[in-house]
């Protein structure tokens, strides 16, 4: 009976702690709202530079979101990992707050010092709940909680900051304080969990993983569909990420409101975030092999609905349709392998995936900077990429059988 309440007390424990973290593991996209005031305030910089304040934390965390997978519980304990995973979050994001109204570059810096933390939280956000969750049964839940727990702080702070940053722009990265209340709650409640013992000769860890291999020895056995699903989830979103860069200049360049409008908007998106989780379970048993190609199909369909707006009821419709379908892109992707991978493999093989992800993101500058430069502007992707995305999902069928 004791031993039941002690497993429960630390179930407990380990979801507050895990959704705290996770309300801290987001947030590139969270000053989405600010990016037409910052392109007001520095109008000499090219509207695909101020792309950045979005984009570094994606750089970044193509780095960091591998390093955490290798490091956390080997090198460094998870407590310690999300201390600094989230106190980087929360310094470099208020960093360009108080130091960015005079100068871009400092926006720049601090995005990186958030970029770092991002990048280590995105590594172990979801993971974590394996250690955190002490009753087994709840740990396949906890995962889908950690998701919930980002897309609502998501949802929320796109509200906050389309206020801030009709106050202020600069005031709009004041969001960020709030993880200083995740760092607190981690600090004061997170377990002190003991690093996995290391074997002098490259001995057999938990699950059969060798606790001595190097990054190249643990990478080598996983089969090519995972480098396949990799390459797919950066052409998607090397595609999709524009989305984020546009909305604003969408919303505040054709009249339908300012940047508070923009944060609302962003609302509907990250609302339906939340269902399109609750939805691709659903959808991929019914969809099976064509799961990829139907969710492509309604993000590619988004785009151009965005392209064409012609209202601000418009422009949150279709922001509902990119909400539900882009938030089964990855699941999809991982879906096609996990069957195929060793179970002590399968949070690396999800990394790389991740890495993927953030690649494709940051290549979403020089995406809208390529069509500068022939005369095109931002807006131009919502066209161009559907194209891309209809393509790729017939692609996906194939591969996903």
Known sequence: MGSNQSTKTRTMIGVIVLLAANSSAGGAEWCTSALADIAARFPDVPYSIITLVNNIP?????VFTVIAGILVNRRVTLKHMLLFGIGCHCIGGVL???????SIAMVFIGRCAF?????LMQGIGVSMGFKLVADEGLRQHAMGWAVTAQYAMNMIAQVVVGHL???????SFYIYAWSAVSFLI??????DFPLEQKSASAGIGKGGAKTGESLFQRIQPLPPV??????????????????FLVIAPIITGRGFGDSVSVGYAMVFYSAATI????????????????????FMAGVAASLAGLYFAGSFEMVCAVLVLSGITSTGIIPGCINVFYKRVEENQSFLATGIVEAGVNVGAFLGTPYIALLEVFGADAVTTMLISPVILVALGLLSVKFSR
Do not use: D, E, H
């Not at 994606?58 to 193509?62: E, F, G, Q, R, S």
């Not at 970029?115 to 990048?119: C, I, K």
């Not at 390459?231 to 979103?237: F, I, N």
């Open 58 to 62: 994606n750089l970044c965390a193509v």
């Open 96 to 102: 360009p707050a108080i130091f960015g109204n005079t």
């Open 115 to 119: 970029g770092v933390g991002y990048g």
């Open 165 to 171: 940053c009709a106050i202020q722009w600069n005031y």
């Open 186 to 191: 981690v600090l004061i409640l997170c377990p």
């Open 226 to 243: 995972v480098w396949v699903s990799a390459a797919v989830a950066a052409v998607y979103m090397f595609s999709y990420y524009p989305m």
């Open 275 to 294: 269902f399109g989780g609750i939805v691709f379970g659903f959808a991929a048993k019914l969809c099976r092999q064509w799961t990829l190609f139907v």
